[in-house]
């Protein structure tokens, strides 16, 4: 079992940066990849960043350049460092651990309980 705890969320203006912080625990075999999903109002669920254990990173398209995935392995934790934040971003953001590497929710095992991420314009 692989248990999830985000911290870091809250209220931000347009242009502003956040830092998500996601303090995993449990088989490491479980978490080889770490990812960061996000949920709008009336949206579904979708995929903004992952990292492996090698280090290899991804991004959705509208995150490139703006959003950082990091993992510090001595704490169990991983990052996602938000920067010239839109009001398009709000949305309840979702760590999650998977054994292997795959934009499809199905796809991921572990997921935290979110904690949500507010944009004003």
């Known amino acids: 079992q692989v248990q999830l705890v985000e911290s870091g969320g809250g209220l931000v203006q347009a242009g502003g940066s956040l830092r998500l912080s996601c303090k995993a625990s449990g088989r490491t075999s479980s978490r080889s990849v770490m990812g960061w999903f996000r949920q709008a109002p009336g949206k579904e669920r979708e995929f903004v960043a992952a990292m492996r254990w090698s280090g290899t990173t991804y991004y959705v398209d509208s995150v490139k350049g703006r959003f950082t995935i990091s993992r510090d392995n001595t704490k169990n934790t991983v990052y996602l460092q938000m920067t010239s934040l839109k009001p398009e971003d709000t949305a309840v953001y979702y760590c999650?651990?998977?054994?292997?590497?795959?934009?499809?929710?199905?796809?991921?095992?572990?997921w935290g309980q979110g904690t949500q991420v507010t944009v004003s314009s």
């Open positions: 999650a651990a998977a054994e292997s590497y795959s934009r499809s929710i199905s796809q991921w095992n572990y």
